[in-house]
T-cell receptor, first 117, second 111 residues
Framework: NAGVTQTPKFRILKIGQSMTLQCTQDMNHNYMYWYRQDPGMGLKLIYYSVGAGITDKGEVPNGYNVSRSTTEDFPLRLELAAPSQTSVYFC????????????????FGQGTRLTVV | RKEVEQDPGPFNVPEGATVAFNCTYSNSASQSFFWYRQDCRKEPKLLMSVYSSGNEDGRFTAQLNRASQYISLLIRDSKLSDSATYLCVVNVMDSNYQLIWGAGTKLIIKP
């Protein structure tokens, strides 16, 4: 199993450009998440999904969109890139909701380092 | 006050020593607790869940103190490979799947 795969690993965008961060998992997890991690800060939840066709906003959704057409894929779309979106983005998935049970471990992709200039 | 607070460190510790660090949380409705480990420029990985009764996994011991609203992580006989940032994570019952992440404590084990 590959686990959680994110692409690209690095990207530089100009202000106003758009891009899609791809995320796919092969563990048949229902729960998927997009986080951003800024220096010296904890991970912040952007969007999450509890299953195909269902998505919901996290703590910092502005400027982003997601879709979940299949169990495996959870792409994150940036429509009009802004310097404030410079960050490291992590996609994650878990079998169960993160309530501490055996299936609640979150598995992360390797991250995408995005710079907006 | 931050919802989940950690001493950012770095903690510089000689190899073989015991090190402990705490994490405080502000929401008394918090119900699940985790320690994740993050190596430099890598993704976080689960180290251990923290149960009410405390739990141990090899050299690692995690404790929960609900009265004082903190969790702790103790590492015994530290190894060079333990050098990493340790992230405290809390799930709050009313936050609907949202894990609240601390900013992490950086640990450096020196030979």
């Amino acid at each position: 199993n590959a686990g959680v795969t994110q692409t690209p690993k690095f990207r530089i965008l100009k202000i106003g450009q758009s891009m899609t961060l791809q995320c796919t998992q092969d563990m048949n997890h229902n729960y998927m998440y997009w986080y951003r991690q800024d220096p010296g800060m904890g991970l912040k939840l952007i969007y999450y999904s509890v299953g195909a066709g269902i998505t919901d906003k996290g703590e910092v959704p502005n400027g982003y969109n997601v879709s979940r057409s299949t169990t495996e894929d959870f792409p994150l779309r940036l429509e009009l890139a802004a310097p404030s979106q410079t960050s490291v983005y992590f996609c994650a998935s878990s079998y169960e909701e993160p309530m501490g049970g055996q299936g609640s471990e979150a598995f992360f992709g390797q991250g995408t380092r995005l710079t907006v200039v | 006050r931050k919802e989940v607070e950690q001493d950012p460190g770095p903690f510089n510790v000689p190899e073989g020593a015991t090190v402990a660090f705490n994490c405080t949380y502000s929401n008394s409705a918090s119900q699940s607790f985790f320690w994740y480990r993050q190596d430099c420029r890598k993704e976080p990985k689960l180290l251990m869940s923290v149960y009410s009764s405390g739990n141990e996994d090899g050299r690692f011991t995690a404790q929960l103190n609900r009265a004082s609203q903190y969790i702790s992580l103790l590492i015994r006989d530290s190894k060079l490979s333990d050098s990493a940032t340790y992230l405290c994570v809390v799930n709050v019952m009313d936050s609907n799947y949202q894990l609240i992440w601390g900013a992490g404590t950086k640990l450096i084990i020196k030979p």
